[in-house]
């Protein structure tokens, strides 16, 4: 696992055949999107399937969700699965009260159809 310090947050990369796992940690603000956005765009051309995992990340301004916005739509124009995994507290309130966990959910077969 590839593992960097910005200022106010971390991230590491675990690096599969065709997928990568980016765990975020820490606080990440406007001070940290450019950044963000780098990493999530070199994940996206690398692999097949991207999971961005929030387990440790405390903070997001709209800034980032903005950047995560951009992510999938990204991801999507390629064909990649993105998604958000293990988000949690401030984070998960401000993804799920915006829509944007909604947007990276995994969508599961639709049901039969009635006869």
Do not use: C, K
């Amino acid at each position: 696992m590839t593992v960097a310090t910005e200022q106010t947050w971390h991230w590491g990369v675990d690096v599969g055949a065709a997928r990568r796992v980016v765990a975020l940690s820490g606080e990440i603000d406007m001070s940290g999107a450019d950044r963000l956005d780098d990493l999530l765009h070199e994940a996206i051309a690398r692999a097949g399937t991207v999971e961005v995992d929030l387990a440790e990340l405390t903070f997001i301004d709209s800034t980032v969700l903005s950047i995560l916005v951009g992510a999938y739509h990204h991801a999507a124009d390629r064909g990649v699965d993105l998604t958000l995994v293990n988000a949690a507290g401030q984070v998960r309130r401000v993804l799920d009260m915006t829509g944007i966990m909604q947007m990276f959910v995994r969508v599961a077969d639709p049901p039969p159809a009635a006869i």
